[in-house]
Each structure stands twice: as C-alpha cells, then as structure tokens.
C-alpha cells in the first residue's frame, strides 16, 4: 500500500519508540512530567516565545489559542479553506462562542487588504472582529507556504486594528524547511502560534502551543477545562523530541517526493495542477473532465491511496513512510492509467 492520504499515517519509528519507552515521565497535571518540560522549553526556544504547553492535538491548539484571545460573540477573521473552518467540527462556536469570518483568499492565502476590508466598524450592531487566524502552511491552497513579508503586513494591519494574531503552524516545519527559514520567524508576528508533532514529525500524537506566559498560563487552565490534561504524558513528549532532532532534518525529502509526483501528475492531460505551485508535501489538483471519486478510486484499486477533497479536486501528501521508491511507483500506476 502506498499510502498518500495525509501526512498523518506515519508510524512512529524504531527510535521514536525506543524514546518513548525509555521517557521520564511524572503527571504532567501537577506539571511534574521532566519530558513534557522539555519539550515545551525546546519549543519556546524554537518558536522565540515566552512559553508553550503540549496538548493532544493540533485540534484543541486552535480552540485554545482562539479560546484565550477572544470573549463570547467575538468573530475571527480566517481564510475559507482554514482548517479552524472547515474540519474543526464547529469548535469554535461550542467551546468559545465565537463567529467565524471567512474570506476567499488569494490562491488560497489572506492578504492585508482583505483584512482590512473584513474588519468591522464599531457599532452597537456589529460583532467584535478580535483575531485573524492564519494557516501557514495552507493545507487547501496545496500546502502553500506564506511569504514572511506578507505575514507581517498582515500583523500591521491587524495591530493597526487592536486585533490579535493566530498561527495554526501544523505544517510550519514545513514552511520553515521550503524555505530555510527558522520556525521563529513565521511566528514572530503573531500572539500564539501552534506546531504539531503529529503531521510531518512523524510522532503519534500531540501538538505544542507557545507564546508569552500569561497567555499560555491561560491556555494551561482551558486546556483542563477542554478536557485535555494529561498524566505521564512525558511517553508522548519522548516522541515530539525524537522527531525535533531526528525527523525534522529530513523534512525537505518530502518536498522533493512531492514535487516529483507532482510532474507526473501535472504531465496528464486529465489532471490540471501548476508544478511550480507545489512548494511542500501537498499536492492538490483538478479532475479536468470526470470526478475525484473515480479517479481516487481507480488508484485505489492498485493501492495507491489519495484523498477526495473536492468534487473535482484530489489531494496527495508525502510523508515520511513513503519512500521516494514509492512515489516513483505511485507516478507509474498514475501514468498507466491517465496518458500524457
Ligand atoms: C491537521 C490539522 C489541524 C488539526 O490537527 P489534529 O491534530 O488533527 O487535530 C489543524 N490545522 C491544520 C492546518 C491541519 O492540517
């Protein structure tokens, strides 16, 4: 099988599991668990923040970060495509009583202007517009990678407007790999920033917010109220700290697996995606004539798995488990069926 759905079917490697078995741990509720205390220094550390906290999933990271910046009724200024959006089962709205405010981005991505025009006018009427949430990268727009400049005009503006910044950072080691830029930077302009262990890293479970202490103290409370402090949680630390020294460095191989297969797929008259768009370990394409079902379906049958992601749209992502043997067998069962 050659598993292409999401960067989140890895198994934890032989390593990552010998950490995990041999992880310090205590109960990480009284905050005496050694493993997650150093995982959330060598974050803070990474990130250029004051602090972080670990917690179970990227999922609860954006509820919380969006919980402890905003009061019931506030509204959150995001791209359509966002996962806060989209695949978060309407958080937002149950846990923080937040409006959410979509805008169509540019291929995908917000820009300053939008924000601008998004924000709302003081009036009795009128919700409070109190964050802009950003995906960097942007798993819709085909795991797009945020100039920095534009992220931090992006932040003027807001600031401009009192409003306060969001990154959803899942596949931020992603964009700090495409571009060799340190994860500090893309997070710098932002008020709390999350990165997740669970995608690209390759570790099982768990993602790690982080910024200034009074806001992460906050976070820390909600996370608790959220239903998500964890006991010896040092035996999943183990494995986000395997993955920061072992697996993180090898995270640009993904994006060459990718562009690979996205050559293949973008020489197929059938499919319709612009190579030079392909920056990570996202590719997302056009069914030009037929759907993403039948497509995903044929694949399917020779064990090649990709994902539906729109009635015409397809989504591949690379990962560690697949070698780049296994794409060059995945872009010849693509070439059997579809001509060039
Ligand atoms: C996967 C993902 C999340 C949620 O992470 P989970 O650990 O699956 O809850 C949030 N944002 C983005 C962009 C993601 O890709």
Request: with cysteine.
């Amino acid at each position: 099988m050659i598993d292409l759905r999401s960067d989140t079917v890895t198994r934890p490697s032989d390593g990552m599991r010998r950490a995990m078995y041999e992880a310090e741990v205590g109960d990480d509720v009284y905050g005496e668990d050694p493993t997650v205390n150093r995982l959330q220094e060598r974050i803070a550390d990474r990130l250029g923040t004051e602090a972080a906290l670990f917690v179970p999933s990227g999922t609860m990271a954006n509820q919380l970060c969006l919980h402890v910046l905003t009061a019931p009724g506030d509204e959150v200024i995001l791209e359509r495509g966002a996962h806060v959006f989209n695949y978060e089962s309407g958080a937002a709205g149950i846990l923080s009583g937040l409006q959410l405010h979509p805008i169509k981005g540019e291929n995908g991505l917000l820009s300053p202007e939008q924000v601008e025009a998004a924000v709302r006018p003081e009036a009795v009427v009128a919700p409070r517009t109190r964050v802009v949430s950003v995906e960097n990268t942007a798993n819709k727009a085909g795991g797009v990678v945020y100039p920095l400049d534009r992220i931090q005009r992006i932040a003027r503006t807001g600031r401009e407007h009192d409003l306060h910044l969001h990154l959803d950072g899942a596949r931020l080691w992603n964009a700090a790999a495409a571009h060799d830029t340190p994860e500090r930077a893309y997070a710098e302009p932002f008020d709390l920033t999350w990165v997740a262990l669970s995608k690209g890293l390759g570790a099982p479970a768990g993602s790690v917010l982080a910024g200034p202490a009074p806001l992460v103290d906050d976070a820390r409370r909600a996370r608790k109220q959220f239903g998500g402090g964890m006991r010896q949680a040092g035996i999943l630390a183990a494995a986000g700290l395997y993955a920061l020294d072992h697996h993180r460095p090898r995270l640009a191989q993904d994006h060459e697996k990718a562009r690979r297969l996205a050559e293949t797929i973008a020489a197929r008259p059938a499919f319709d995606l612009d190579v030079d768009a392909v920056e990570t370990n996202i590719i997302i394409f056009e069914v030009v004539d037929g759907s993403a079902e039948s497509v995903v379906q044929t694949l399917r049958d020779e064990d090649v798995h990709l994902t539906v992601f729109g009635p015409s749209t397809v989504r591949a992502t690379t990962h560690r488990d697949v070698s780049m043997d296994d794409v060059g067998q995945a872009a010849d069962v693509i070439k059997s069926h579809f001509s060039d």
